[in-house]
């Protein structure tokens, strides 16, 4: 388990050192001299990322939160499903309604009291560690201890 939480743990932070989850398959803004080209490739290799859809990474992009919840349910590779209806703003059209769900379902993630998810949202800092935090096991009470 210590072992997995390691990988785990490393995969994350290549992931955070990364302003952009997104992708990689030689992409057109991603010069062989950036410092995340080969966190990129193996992120991509991995399964975790994918690209923008247009042959762009978007390395100055920020990443929302539906971005991130779609690479927390990859990264602890859960099974794609239940329902894709959980959040008010989350209509079961969306491209990551699928993985949001999920990590709903395994308490990876909770929307807002409205109801609501706010998917186009840039993800802050403390969501995301938050977010790392449960994948590494940690229960909601123990963290921030």
Do not use: C
Request: aromatic share 12%; proline share 3%.
């Amino acid at each position: 388990m210590i072992r997995a939480k390691r990988l785990l743990s490393i995969i994350l932070a290549a992931m955070l050192a990364v302003s952009a989850f997104t992708a990689y398959a030689d992409f057109s803004d991603v010069p062989d001299g950036a410092f995340y080209k080969d966190s990129v490739e193996r992120l991509t290799d991995l399964g975790v990322i994918s690209g923008m859809g247009d042959g762009t990474f978007a390395p100055d992009n920020l990443i929302t939160r539906a971005e991130f919840s779609v690479i927390a349910v990859k990264v602890a590779n859960y099974k794609e499903g239940g329902s894709s209806l959980l959040f008010s703003d989350v209509p079961s059209s969306f491209w990551g309604a699928k993985h949001i769900a999920t990590a709903a379902e395994n308490k990876l993630i909770y929307g807002y009291p409205d109801g609501s998810f706010h998917p186009g949202e840039n993800i802050t800092y403390a969501q995301a560690l938050t977010i790392l935090m449960r994948l590494l096991g940690y229960s909601s009470g123990e963290i921030g201890r």
